[in-house]
């Protein structure tokens, strides 16, 4: 498929690419190398390769995480096996998503409510995974830029609202690393 990814990347298309789901993390690499990926979709198989993990971030390339997805299909055995906390620890954009929630009967908010609950995440950890659907996306700049904000300011409401600790928000680049949240 390198022929007709390159061919889609000439005509100005972005590369959304599955690599590393119940494969291993050369899988990836070859994504990367051959298919110019901009974005991973599952990616579950990064985790396990530091060098990999380095060049994803370095490059900024986001991993679109599907756990309930995963522990569905069996490529982990249970969400608390996820490497959740190796991804956030190693820096690299992220998203969660819900692959296919018709087929799966996944919701985002489920997906960011078993996360925190398995991981215990505290709450800046859980609004950077928010904010981090926005960042990982393909939408233009300008627009990312001014719904980051709103989305920003909504959680703010949010935090104000509940009670909720009012530290800073980071991103899914900044996040706590592993043993923290």
């Given at each position: 498929?390198?022929?007709?990814?390159?061919?889609a990347?000439?005509?100005?298309?972005?590369?959304?690419?599955?690599?590393g789901?119940?494969?291993?993390?050369?899988?990836?690499?070859?994504?990367?190398?051959?298919?110019?990926a901009?974005?991973?979709?599952?990616?579950?198989?990064?985790?396990?390769?530091?060098?990999?993990?380095?060049?994803?971030?370095?490059?900024?390339?986001?991993?679109?995480?599907?756990?309930?997805?995963?522990?569905?299909?069996?490529v982990?055995?249970?969400?608390?096996?996820?490497?959740?906390?190796?991804?956030?620890?190693?820096?690299?954009?992220?998203?969660?998503?819900?692959?296919?929630?018709?087929?799966?009967?996944?919701?985002?908010?489920?997906?960011l409510?078993?996360?925190?609950?398995?991981?215990?995440?505290?709450?800046?950890?859980?609004?950077?995974?928010?904010?981090?659907?926005?960042?990982?996306?393909?939408?233009?700049?300008?627009?990312?830029?001014?719904?980051?904000?709103?989305?920003?300011?909504?959680?703010?409401?949010?935090?104000?609202?509940?009670?909720?600790?009012?530290?800073?928000?980071?991103?899914?680049?900044?996040?706590?690393?592993p043993?923290?949240?």
């Amino acid at each position: 498929f390198a022929d007709v990814f390159q061919a889609a990347k000439g005509a100005g298309l972005r590369s959304d690419v599955h690599a590393g789901e119940g494969t291993p993390a050369s899988s990836i690499w070859d994504a990367l190398e051959h298919l110019q990926a901009d974005r991973l979709i599952h990616a579950v198989s990064a985790a396990a390769d530091p060098a990999l993990l380095q060049h994803l971030r370095s490059r900024a390339i986001p991993l679109a995480l599907n756990p309930g997805s995963n522990v569905r299909t069996g490529v982990v055995p249970e969400l608390a096996s996820y490497p959740l906390r190796r991804l956030l620890g190693a820096g690299v954009p992220l998203s969660v998503n819900t692959d296919d929630p018709a087929l799966l009967g996944t919701t985002l908010a489920g997906e960011l409510e078993d996360l925190a609950h398995t991981f215990d995440l505290g709450q800046p950890v859980v609004e950077a995974l928010i904010l981090g659907g926005l960042e990982c996306s393909f939408l233009a700049g300008r627009r990312r830029n001014r719904l980051l904000q709103e989305w920003g300011l909504e959680l703010e409401a949010v935090r104000r609202r509940e009670g909720l600790d009012a530290r800073m928000l980071g991103s899914p680049r900044h996040v706590e690393g592993p043993g923290s949240g």
